[in-house]
């Protein structure tokens, strides 16, 4: 079985801690603290000592999932899509723009929060806040 340390991000904030992602057989077994890494020195948050426990968890979702008859299904990304896209065009017609809000990431980039942001603008609300409670 190959063994492999991999350098990666801590995907909790938009800190950037390196740590190191420890593999064997393609599947993590444990992660390494990146003490030469200078935005945390090998330091890691508690949530970010956590990060392995969701990897694996029995109730992480995988795919898109969609609630029929009390029961969740497996349905296409173009499916998700769709009924999401639809369902923010009828929320808004039936109650205007601002019924309607989006919540970014800390995990994405200024970047991609910014084009999140003029979607939302786009949209017509102001609605907008994030998950960066640090």
Not at 17 to 25: D, M, V
Request: charged content about 20%; hydrophobic content about 35%.
């Amino acid at each position: 079985m190959q063994r492999a340390s991999i350098a990666s991000v801590c995907p909790y904030c938009g800190v950037g801690c390196g740590l190191y992602i420890n593999t064997k057989a393609g599947k993590i077994t444990d992660l390494d603290y990146m003490t030469e890494h200078p935005v945390n020195e090998g330091a890691l948050c508690s949530k970010g000592n956590a990060s392995l426990d969701i990897v694996y968890h029995h109730d992480r979702l995988l795919y898109p999932m969609q609630r029929v008859d009390g029961r969740l299904e497996r349905v296409s990304w173009t499916e998700a899509l769709t009924t999401v896209a639809a369902n923010i065009h009828r929320i808004q017609a039936e109650s205007g723009p601002d019924a309607v809000g989006f919540l970014a990431s800390a995990k994405a980039t200024n970047e991609e929060n910014y084009l999140f942001q003029k979607l939302a603008r786009m949209l017509g609300t102001n609605n907008i806040d994030h998950c960066a409670r640090l």
